[in-house]
């Protein structure tokens, strides 16, 4: 009888959520293994999370973590799918023991935007700043909120629950929260999710990084798998983004290197640049590359969720780009470790120069 590890691959079960948005990401992912190894057949596994059930509370207020992706993984590690597909941002940094996450696909749009109710964009709003004082704005990040109040102290941020075509209806239409009905003048979503859904002609307005960074892993997907399951590692590892894997893996790590997670206002902007950007430190150096290096720049932002406190600062760190186009499976392992390393290191390094600079007192007053 052969090892099972030696059989040719012939069928994946894929675990996600049951939303819309969760349900194309996931397509996107499985055309993408059937692309590259059409002999094997895939099979999608739909189910609801503890985030999906609970709209009618803040998402900072539920006080419990994975609440996106805990049923998915206690499904993988029971064997009853073989990979699951995640947004990125949904995915705390510790990650259950036996689990990994092998591929990170390339980025969609990381930038949050904005939505505006139709009415008053017909009228002439087309940009936040235009809206008047007292606009309701919706949103149920906490961190947008903290970093928007300090630019817009007159609009009124209100949670706003639900899928992406929810929160769509509840712009026009008007929605409870408690006991209270809100009639929203504007909601504030993830632009890679609007996108990856069509919806890309309803956004009125992309933020830039002054108005707001993003979320941590904001616009990408991970696929994450038992770790001794290398047999579907290896299928899957050519769909990782080289540039997307190191920028999220460096964003990753200066989160929990803050303690973050979703109800902690951490903004990120994550780029590459042929130069060292003017005001930014270099964090680390790899003295084994070669001449050709480009900078990965990492920048964060911490704000008080009422926004009257917030820093900001930022480094850099030189990575060997050789080929931007190589495919991550065209590596060596100790290649792929190689470079991985030096993106977690270089979130690290952030997180320490930020809670020397004081981003432990925020923080702090946050959790407690």
């Not at 990040?141 to 817009?152: D, E, G, M, N, T």
């Not at 989160?255 to 430190?281: A, D, H, N």
């Amino acid at each position: 009888m052969s090892d099972p590890e030696t059989r040719p691959l012939t069928k994946l079960i894929i675990g996600t959520r049951e939303s819309k948005l969760a349900l194309v990401q996931t397509r996107h992912v499985k055309g993408e293994i059937e692309r590259k190894h059409p002999e094997i057949q895939i099979e999608i596994k739909g189910m609801t999370t503890t985030g999906d059930r609970i709209l009618n509370v803040g998402l900072s207020k539920i006080g419990e973590k994975s609440l996106f992706t805990k049923e998915l993984e206690v499904s993988l590690e029971r064997g009853e799918v073989d990979l699951v597909v995640h947004a990125l941002k949904d995915l705390p940094t510790q990650i259950p023991e036996g689990m990994k996450i092998t591929v990170i696909t390339k980025r969609e749009d990381p930038r949050d935007c904005v939505i505006i109710r139709s009415d008053l964009k017909a009228a002439g709003y087309t940009r936040l700043d235009q809206l008047p004082e007292g606009s309701v704005v919706g949103t149920s990040s906490v961190r947008r909120i903290a970093q928007l109040k300090r630019q817009y102290p007159g609009f009124v941020f209100v949670d706003i629950r639900g899928n992406i075509d929810t929160r769509m209806d509840k712009l026009e239409k008007g929605g409870k929260v408690g006991d209270e009905w809100v009639r929203y003048s504007a909601i504030i979503l993830a632009a890679a999710g609007i996108k990856r859904l069509g919806w890309g002609d309803r956004i009125t307005e992309f933020l830039k990084d002054e108005q707001t960074m993003h979320a941590v892993g904001q616009g990408a997907l991970a696929i994450e798998c038992r770790k001794c399951d290398e047999q579907t590692a290896k299928v899957l590892e050519s769909l990782n983004d080289r540039r997307t894997r190191l920028a999220c893996l460096a964003e990753r790590a200066l989160m929990r290197g803050l303690e973050g997670g979703c109800s902690v206002p951490i903004g990120v902007s994550t780029s590459w640049s042929e130069k060292k950007p003017v005001g930014i430190e270099q964090a680390i150096r790899d003295s084994t590359c070669s001449d050709k290096l480009q900078y990965l720049v990492l920048r964060a932002r911490v704000c008080s969720p009422d926004g009257a406190q917030c820093m900001e600062t930022g480094v850099c760190s030189q990575v060997q780009v050789a080929d931007p186009a190589l495919e991550w499976d065209s590596l060596l392992s100790w290649q792929q470790e190689k470079e991985d390393e030096l993106a977690d290191g270089l979130g690290r390094q952030l997180s320490e120069r930020m809670l020397g600079m004081g981003a432990s007192s925020i923080l702090s007053g946050i959790r407690n």
